[in-house]
């Protein structure tokens, strides 16, 4: 097997966006390197064990082990070097081993890991609070409360809109994703593989159009202001009165990574403020610096009443948030919020680094730096191609939906193709979208410009392969 000998370094800490500077003592060579086919034997022989000790409905992207990551680089056991084009799906967005991270997380599980905040304090969870209060869209007086996926996040900020309002039911969007938990998938819009058979799920939910520009019925040119009207229309249907959440993700992720069409997310607030209902956006996946603003929402000028944050937020380590008006969070009685590890000591010590990261390392110049370069890529590749319908995103937060040529009919055979012949290259992407038809492109912030390109070049041919 022939060794992948790009030249590409980058630090996982940077300077200027789109500085190549050699690998930081600790992080693995900053290239992509083969020493053997992908998976290779000690990933497979692993894998072996994986199958007779972890069940089939725990699926894998790619069925590599990994033995150590920086920057933005894997290394799997058989000493492959992969470049991450997914950070642990937008997790490790400051990288997987950042030293701001690992030494505050070294410095706090050495004097103690866990007490649980509902029992005894301590100083990390409120430092993160008044962190996210910070730096959350708005000047208004908020709260937060920390828990520990995106889904708990979610399901959260329901209840506290739930007890604020006194309502019962909660609006979502098509395509859109709001995680696995029974509530979580009762939002989710995608049928296979997150809620095929794991119904009945809980009521009051109800899903209006989202405005997905490239298939919008009437043209892109109609679709905020007739998925707003349709918002109306559903609202009527329901009763706004009885509504207590409209929850939205700024930029849609597992959907497709789906922009909404301008100028809705704002109709989205009016029409939420004039009903009294609670507006919550769900940041899981964009926020946190991944589309160049520190929330996606400061795109087009929103201020939500609840925000839900998580996956970059702990460094790669569980933690997530609810940040709101103060009024709306103060409404929950004592003892209603919380969770037995919810803002563990040692993920809010590994937060406050990746904070640090993202507020004072240049990643959001760093995302809007790879969005660029990115572009420069992939958008002439769609002029070449025609399985490419559009290339879209925001930051680092990018993807390309396949179709079938002269059609939109969705060619998930192509998004597989194209990822299965990235990975036996070493380029680790994602597939997502609700018709699987869609690779989508998360590096960590911390790339340097060489390994970029690298992988970009790996993903331009591969798409030109299965085209």
Known sequence: MSVAESTATSDSTRGEPGAATESAPGQPEQRRILRTEVPGPRSRELQQRRTAAVPVGMGVVLPVFIERAGGGVLVDVDGNHLIDFASGIAVTSVGASAPEVVSRVQEQVARFAHTCFMVTEYDGYVAVAERL????????????????????????????????????????????????????????????????????????????????????????????????????????????????????????????????????????????????????ADEVQAGLGRTGTVYASEFEGIVPDLVCSAKALGGGLPLSAVTGRAELMEAVHAGGLGGTYAGNPVACAAALGALSMI?????????????QVARGVLEPLAQEVPTIAEVRGRGAMLAMEFVRPGSLEPAPEVAKAVAARCHEQGVVVLVCGTYGNVIRLLPPLVIGDELLADGLAVLAEAVREAS
Do not use: S
């Open 133 to 280: 209060n910070a730096l959350t869209p708005g000047d208004h007086d908020k709260r937060t409360a920390l828990f520990t996926t995106g889904a708990e996040a979610v399901e959260n900020a329901v209840k506290v809109a739930r007890h604020a309002t006194g309502r019962t039911e909660v609006v979502v969007f098509d395509h859109a994703y709001h995680g696995r938990t029974m509530m979580a998938m009762a939002m989710t819009a995608k049928e296979m593989p997150y809620k095929a058979g794991f119904g009945p799920f809980p009521g009051h939910v109800h899903r209006a159009p989202f405005p997905y520009a490239l298939r919008w019925p009437t043209g892109p040119e109609n679709a905020a202001a007739e998925a707003l009207a349709a918002l109306e229309e559903l609202l009527e249907e329901v009763g706004p009165q009885e509504v207590a959440a409209i929850v939205v993700e700024p930029v849609q992720g597992e959907g497709g990574f789906i922009v909404p069409a301008p100028g809705f997310l704002a109709g989205v607030q009016e029409v939420a403020k004039r009903h009294g209902i609670v507006f919550v």
């Open 359 to 371: 507020e004072e390392g240049g990643l959001l110049e760093a995302a809007r730096h790879i969005e």
